[in-house]
């Protein structure tokens, strides 16, 4: 891990004791209601207190006119978090995205740049 990924674990080692006053703090997880969702598009909004992100699924719509084609979003799932929450998982999604890109190479987000023979 680089430097830069060091100091950011360092910071997050720094923010949770600063949240819990410095005690050493067992985390207990309990798995036996969860489930598993598979979503390949995304909807956000907010409010002054919280964070929504709905999660789906972008299908084509069978039912639209050939030369009017539609995307439906069929939306499964809502997660509601509120702001220091949200801003740990932007913090863990950014650093776990660094990894797969250092190993992996650069996530190209444009579809027309990830074609080959472009």
Same mark, same amino acid.
């Not at 910071?11 to 949240?19: E, G, M, S, V």
């Not at 699924?57 to 039912?63: D, K």
């Not at 998982?89 to 190209?108: H, K, M, P, V």
């Given at each position: 891990?680089?430097?830069?990924?060091?100091? !950011?674990?360092?910071? /997050?080692?720094? %923010?949770? +004791?600063? %949240?819990?006053?410095?005690?050493?703090? %067992? /985390?207990r997880i309990d798995?036996?209601?969860?489930?598993?969702?598979?979503?390949? *598009?995304? &909807?956000?909004?907010?409010? *002054? !207190?919280?964070?929504? /992100?709905?999660?789906?699924?972008?299908?084509?719509?069978?039912? @639209? %006119?050939?030369?009017?084609?539609?995307?439906?979003?069929?939306? $499964?799932? +809502?997660?509601?978090?509120?702001?220091? $929450?949200?801003?740990r998982l932007a913090?863990?999604? $950014?650093?776990?995205? +660094? +990894?797969? !890109?250092?190993?992996?190479?650069? /996530?190209?987000?444009?579809? @027309?740049? &990830? &074609?080959?023979?472009?």
């Amino acid at each position: 891990m680089s430097n830069e990924g060091n100091s !950011e674990t360092e910071h /997050l080692d720094q %923010q949770a +004791r600063q %949240q819990t006053g410095a005690q050493q703090v %067992q /985390l207990r997880i309990d798995e036996h209601e969860m489930g598993t969702h598979y979503a390949n *598009a995304f &909807r956000t909004n907010a409010t *002054a !207190e919280e964070v929504m /992100l709905d999660f789906g699924i972008n299908l084509p719509n069978q039912a @639209a %006119q050939p030369e009017k084609p539609e995307i439906l979003f069929h939306i $499964s799932d +809502r997660i509601v978090l509120n702001y220091y $929450s949200a801003k740990r998982l932007a913090i863990t999604l $950014s650093q776990i995205i +660094r +990894r797969y !890109e250092d190993q992996f190479g650069e /996530l190209e987000l444009n579809v @027309a740049n &990830r &074609r080959k023979g472009k």
